[in-house]
C-alpha cells in the first residue's frame, strides 16, 4: 500500500536513547530539558531567534490569535486544510474567506483588499503546500489597513524566503510538527514571532498563564509538549538536510516521470527556495481526478485531495459564500504520495497508472 504520506521515523536506537534519559530523569513533560533542547537546536537550525515548541499546529493558530488578541474578522483562505478557519472560529473571531490565485493557490492580495471591511483586525492564510504567498504585498496591505498577519506555515518546514526562513515573517507565523509533516515531533508545532512581548505572552500561555506556581499573569491554556515528543524531534532534526534533499530528487523523478501529463503545478514564488513538501498536480477537470484516483486506489495507492472541498463550502457552522478560484482548484487538484523512503520505481508506477488514465 502506497498512501500519501508516510511518517519519517529515526533508527530507533537513537530514539530509545533519549527514552533512557527520561526514565533516568523521571522528567516527563513541564519545560524539560529535551524540550529546551529542541527549541535550542530549532532555532540554530532555522535561523529563527523566537520560537516556541507547543502541542500542535491547531493550538499555535489558536495561541497567535488570542495572544494579537484580535476582534471581529480576519480575513483568511479558503484554500487550506480546516484547522486554519476553525481555529478562526474557536478564538470568537469570523472568517471572511478573500479568494486564491489560480496560479499560485496562495490567497490574493486583490481578493484581500476587497474583502476588507471596518471590522477586519488581521489576515491570517496559509502558505499552501510550503510555498509563500506574495509576503510584501500582505505587508503593505496590512500596514495600509493597519491589520496583524498571521501565517499558517503548516507546510513551511525548510522553505525560505528572501534568504531567511519563512516563519520569520508576520506579526507570527505558526507551524504543525505532526506525523504527517516533512519535520515532525509525533504531535507538535510552534509559534515564531520577532516580538519579545507577545511571544513571552503566549509562553505563559502555553502553560496556563502561571508566572510562578501560585501566581498568573495570563489568561492561559495547556499548549505545552511533553520529552518525549521534543525527543522525537531531536532524532528527526538530525536528518532534516537529508529528508528536504530527498524530497527534491523524488520531486524531480515525477516531474519527469510525468512529462506528458497534461497538467499543471502550483507556480513557486520567485524570491523563495521551496521545500518540496508535497506533489500537487492541478489536472483538466475533475472527472478525469475521479478516475485517476479510482485507478490508484485500484493499485493500492491513496493519494489525497488536497485541499478538497474548498473551505468556504463545506463548514456546516459557517454562511456559505462563492470562491471561483479555489472551488475549481480544489476540484482539480490531488496530491501525490511523497515521502522519505518512497522509491522510484514507486514513483514510476504511480506515474504511469495516471498517464494510462488520462490517455484512455
Ligand atoms: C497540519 C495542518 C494544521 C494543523 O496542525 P496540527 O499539528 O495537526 O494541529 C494546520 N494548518 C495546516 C495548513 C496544516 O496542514
Known sequence: MINVTKPFLPPIQEYLEYISGIYKRTWLTNNGPLVNELEIQLRNYLGTPHLLFLTNGTVALQLAIKALDLKGEIVTTPFSYVATTSSIVWEGCKPVFADVDPLTMNISPESIERAITSDTSAILTTHVYGNPCEIDAIDVIAKKHNLKVIYDAAHCFGTTYKGKSVFQYGDISTTSFHATKLFHTIEGGAVFCNSPEIL??????????HDTPESFTELGINGKNSEVHAAMGLCNLKYADEILAKRKTLSDRYDFALKCLKHTKP????????NYAYYPVILQNEEIVERIIYNLNDNQIFPRRY????????????????MPNSETLSKKVITLPLYHDLSFEEIDFISRIILRTQNN
Open 200 to 209: 513571552k505572552k503566549i509562553a505563559y500561555m502555553r502553560n496556563f498563564g
Open 267 to 274: 507556480t513557486i514564488n520567485q524570491s523563495a527556495k521551496f
Open 307 to 322: 485541499f478538497y472541498p474548498s473551505l468556504n463550502t463545506c463548514l456546516p457552522y459557517l454562511e456559505k459564500s462563492v
